[in-house]
Antibody, heavy 120, light 108 residues
Framework: EVQLLESGGGLVQPGGSLRLSCAAY????????TAWVRQAPGKGLEWVSI????????SYADSVKGRFTISRDNSKNTLYLQMNSLRAEDTAVYYC?????????????WGQGTLVTVSS | EIVLTQSPGTLSLSPGERATLSCRVS???????LAWYQQKSGQAPRLLIY???NRATGIPDRFSGSGSGTDFTLTISRLEPEDFAVYYC??????????FGGGTKVEI
């Protein structure tokens, strides 16, 4: 079964850092682009970042560019999101999601999400 | 920047009725790279439709997508109780980003 499992969320102070992980199961991880999408409490979905299957290409939403870094370790079937200089507006549930094919794509499988709360 | 506008914001219907959800894109979406997702309260989104009109694996045929260019529609032919949820459209064919619409809530 194709599955994604996020971890690493929690409470962090403004200006702090956090690293999210997303473990992938049931498919050839290195063959697919993978994305992070977030959802602030009571709000809609916001794309955060995407990385190609090889890890050689990355893109970011303007709202996180320069503060967040997406990466992957294909030997561990794991996706990461390093979040620095966190702000209150970064508070959200963060989902990882697997693309269908290519780079920019529809998102076929989603994890259950991990909650990040930025507050003093 | 591409903007996706979904309407209406809320759709109040009864089980068995037909639901028609709209997604308007500020720029033409190449190759109909438009997807629809369903999200129930407390759950992750689930892919319903990709390529504007292709049902994802396991999605019932009461869900259908149509449209091209800048105007897209998700239709639920006969609402089942489990269909009451929030629906999002997403484009992945234009600009160097994935973009979501603001969502339409389908409520009883």
């Amino acid at each position: 079964e194709v599955q994604l499992l996020e971890s690493g969320g929690g409470l962090v102070q403004p200006g702090g850092s956090l690293r999210l992980s997303c473990a992938a199961y049931g498919f050839t991880f290195s063959s697919y682009a993978t994305a992070w999408v977030r959802q602030a409490p009571g709000k809609g979905l916001e794309w955060v970042s995407i990385i190609s299957g090889s890890g050689g290409s990355t893109s970011y939403a303007d709202s996180v560019k320069g503060r967040f870094t997406i990466s992957r370790d294909n030997s561990k079937n794991t996706l990461y999101l390093q979040m620095n200089s966190l702000r209150a507006e970064d508070t959200a549930v963060y989902y990882c999601a697997k693309g269908r094919s290519g780079y920019y794509s529809d998102l076929v499988v989603w994890g259950q999400g991990t909650l990040v709360t930025v507050s003093s | 920047e591409i903007v996706l506008t979904q309407s209406p914001g809320t759709l109040s219907l009864s089980p068995g009725e037909r639901a028609t959800l709209s997604c308007r894109v500020s720029q033409s979406v190449s190759s109909s790279y438009l997807a629809w997702y369903q999200q129930k309260s407390g759950q992750a989104p689930r892919l319903l439709i990709y390529g504007a009109s292709n049902r994802a694996t396991g999605i019932p045929d009461r869900f259908s997508g149509s449209g091209s260019g800048t105007d897209f529609t998700l239709t639920i032919s006969r609402l089942e109780p489990e269909d009451f949820a929030v629906y999002y459209c997403q484009q992945y064919g234009s600009s160097r980003a994935l973009t979501f619409g603001g969502g339409t809530k389908v409520e009883i």
